[in-house]
């Protein structure tokens, strides 16, 4: 048990709620405790979290712009993480064939080689088209699409980006074909062309299976110059759902129809090492602090957005969204600073205090990032910035005192989701236990928050990674809860019973220390788990072997480069197959039929020296048998030669079988594996004295 005792203030009874989320005609539920279960490698950390700029329109990056400016772009805006730029004029699904030379591959390749703290750069892809209607159906026009995409990889790897901004929205005007409509949608009639699909006789069920099938190929295209990549969308699930207005018979006739279906095959061809991230734009409008977890008419609360895959996504990809997919949050620079829909209320005072409130809370919401859209001003030299407000000076103090770990000081407060809203300072709510950057064993965690002053409170609520764990209405605030196994941002929000309330400063609970991560890899039967303490990493696995073509495990990693090792000792095992087994690895990619080579104790087989020589290949083995935990083991990588050591003692070193060439990447994933081989059953080891060199 794991429970921290500080007092708390407040007046009502405990209350905690596992959170079942239904939204509105859900199909399929995970509540919180589900999600939380799953142990997702989201979200980041305060201080790893992202914030990346997207200007478009008036002052649209270009890779030739960005390729002779990045430099200083870097140099002003150190508080930025990086930004999203054009590469090419065409769209994306238009009959057009892309070549190196069109996307200006050598401009790409010299923003790879001025990237220095722009670390998390996008290229745009506009998901529409100017001359042919998109229709799935049409195999001529996908082979050139496909192609397109898999260039386009290539130009993301060219430049060093992180992956594309897939913008999904489709601009109307009577200009842009729509790949999303099944038929004309009655409440957006101006387009161009007419669907193909009903008029000819197809159903919408066929036309979603065929946009499944292109969103498969398009990523997998994309894959193949860039196989872990991150696609960020201006919109997924969250805005199909929104569309259907509550009821999934209207998806058909909606806005993004088939976009659930082309989102499913994309999801479907991600790679384990790949992330594909709901952008969220509906988030642009926030102007209460509670928009960012709760409903309102822009369906852009983290809630929303997180659970509403739910109703338009294949329920066997749910899994692979709540592992692999992210919600991003998105500040709308021109709506803050009232040039978007401008409002005589809306003073230089007010918007500035509005943009730090929605670049700190969509910060503080997502899990990874946070998109800053700019239309009408130039981000990077001030160009057409308001009168009377510092634009960057606003995003810098959001940043700064978002990463530094402190409360903004006011929420947002709008009754109504219209006008101007109140600017609300108290009270102040706090969490007083556990301390920030405290690691979590698994079982009870108790939360406690202090109010300050206690007066007229309504209530206090409990947030992990933006989902609701909990609420109070009575002294003391604080909730207990047993299934907090994973790596957790947390915060309360206080209520008073006029409506207004406020929120305190995130704190972050670990599993693991960093740069450490834990997640299953191939799909055990069972979920996995991993926690950290007194210098022990306790690590939990299902799985039915690490072997053969295809691997099932529990791993904890990290990533390493070029020549290293990795250092353990076994202390314990548990015995729920004779070849149950733990130990180190060097893995290419998190992919289950990646190459590897692992030192491993088994419980009755002795030390073993494993590997995959070929992705997808059969696995080799070298063997000491009569060993057993505790005992220490050690991989060892020189270029592209793989050892295994084991030792008794941590002094005297042995190698196991015969050094194997193995070609990997630079880059790699270095880490602590542990299987049960057995599919039904998990099985616990500890291993102690880690370490993991460069």
Known sequence: MNVYNVHVVDNGDF????????????????????????????????????????????????????????????????????????????????????????????????????????????????????????????????????????????????????????????????????????????DNPNHQGTPP??????????????????????????????????????????????????????????????????????????????????????????????????????????????????????????PKWNLQGQVAMAP??????????PQTWNTPTYQSKWMKHNVYNSLLATDQYAWVYVESMNFWTGENQPFGVDVFADVNDAVTTFRNGTALGYDMYNATDSGASQFISTPIVAITSPADNTMIAPGNVTINATVSPNTSIDRVEFYANSLKIGEVSTSPYSITTSFLIADYTIYARVFKTDGTHATSAPITLLALPSPWKSRDIGSPGAAGSAVYGNGTFTVTGSGGDIWDTSDQFRYVYQTASGDCQITARVASLQNVNAWSKAGVMVRETLNANSTFAMMVMTASNGACFQYRTSTGGNCGLGQSAGKAAPYWVRVKRAGNTFTGYMSPDGNTWTPVGAPQTITMGASVYIGLPVTSHNNSALCTAAMDNVTATP
């Open 15 to 186: 209350y905690m709620n596992t959170c079942k989320f239904v939204v509105l005609a859900a199909m399929v539920f995970f509540s919180a405790e589900e999600l939380f279960a799953q142990n997702p490698v989201y979200p980041f950390h305060p201080k790893e979290k992202k914030l990346i700029v997207f200007q478009a329109y008036n002052y649209e990056d270009w890779v030739d712009d960005v390729a002779l400016n990045l430099d200083s772009m870097q140099a002003d805006r150190p508080y930025v993480d990086g930004l999203v730029f054009r590469a090419s004029s065409d769209f994306a699904f238009d009959n057009v064939v892309w070549t190196e030379s069109s996307m200006r591959f050598t401009d790409l390749a010299t923003i790879s080689t001025k990237t220095t703290t722009f670390k998390e750069n996008f290229i745009l892809v506009n998901a529409i088209s100017y001359y042919a209607n998109p229709d799935f159906f049409n195999d001529a026009l996908w082979t050139t699409i496909i192609s397109n995409a898999q260039l386009m990889g290539k130009a993301v790897a060219t430049a060093g980006c992180k992956g594309i901004m897939f913008d999904a929205e489709f601009y109307t005007g009577g200009q842009t074909y729509s790949p999303w409509w099944y038929t004309v949608p009655a």
């Open 332 to 341: 709308f620079m021109d709506y803050c600073y009232n040039i978007y829909s």
């Open 197 to 318: 699909y009903a008029g000819a006789g197809i159903t919408f069920d066929q036309a979603k299976a065929k946009a499944r099938q292109r969103g498969k190929e398009y990523v997998q295209a994309l894959q193949v110059y860039m196989p872990k990549i991150t696609i960020m969308t201006t919109c997924l699930y969250g805005s199909a759902w929104h569309y259907c207005s509550g009821n999934i018979a209207n998806l058909s006739s909606s806005q993004y129809a088939l976009l659930p279906a082309f989102a499913d095959g994309m999801l479907e061809a991600l790679n384990a090492d790949s992330v594909l991230v709901d952008g969220n734009e509906g988030s642009y409008y926030c102007s209460d602090t509670t928009n960012y977890v709760q409903d309102n008419v822009h369906g852009s609360n983290y809630n929303l957005i997180r659970l509403s895959a739910s109703n338009v996504c294949d329920p066997a990809l749910l």
